[in-house]
């Protein structure tokens, strides 16, 4: 490993370093019923490391999460949405989320708050237990192990 790559190593802690962005749950209301249509009739703050996440319940019981991450993680945020469409795209039974476009048919709209900018997107809720509550060693075991959705984004990225 060189040295110019270690210094990125540096970079990526200041990501977890930063911070989970301040929203309340009015503003995360609001923003689903604004940009994307989402009437909550539940909503309740869930645990990230980076992303500010609610679950979100609306009238007709579907659920979501809406994820806000700081703007300056827009090409991540990005790439995490391009992932996700295509899989469905190669595989619709696949138990991934779903993202779900905004208003303005976007897969994420950036938030202007008296804070700063950041970027909001929304996803289908899976249910199932939360990384939060699975012991780390548990978390290294499933790690190790290819993931089901590996199938369905072969041909993408470097091994093409």
């Known amino acids: 490993m060189?040295?110019?790559?270690?210094?990125?190593?540096?970079?990526?802690?200041?990501?977890?370093?930063?911070?989970v962005p301040s929203i309340n749950n009015e503003l995360a209301a609001e923003i689903l019923r604004n940009d994307f249509n989402i009437g909550a009739v539940a909503l309740r703050r869930l645990p990230g490391e980076t992303?500010?996440?609610?679950?979100?319940?609306d009238g007709a019981g579907s659920?979501?999460?809406?994820k806000i991450?700081?703007?300056?993680?827009?090409?991540?945020?990005?790439?995490?949405?391009?992932?996700l469409e295509e899989t469905q795209?190669?595989?619709?039974?696949l138990p991934v989320p779903r993202v779900i476009r905004s208003t303005q048919n976007d897969p994420q709209?950036?938030?202007g708050t008296g804070q700063g900018t950041y970027v909001a997107r929304v996803l289908t809720?899976?249910?199932g237990e939360s990384l939060s509550?699975?012991?780390?060693?548990?978390?290294r075991i499933v790690g190790r192990h290819r993931a089901p959705g590996g199938q369905a984004r072969r041909g993408h990225g470097r091994n093409r």
Not at 69 to 83: G, I, S
């Open 125 to 127: 809720w899976r249910h």
């Open 109 to 111: 709209v950036l938030i």
């Open 2 to 19: 060189s040295i110019s790559s270690t210094s990125s190593i540096g970079s990526d802690y200041s990501r977890i370093a930063a911070g």
């Open 63 to 66: 659920e979501y999460v809406l």
């Open 51 to 57: 992303d500010c996440n609610f679950y979100a319940c």
């Open 69 to 83: 991450a700081p703007k300056d993680e827009l090409a991540a945020v990005k790439l995490q949405q391009l992932a």
């Open 133 to 139: 509550n699975i012991p780390p060693e548990v978390r």
């Open 89 to 93: 795209t190669k595989d619709a039974e």
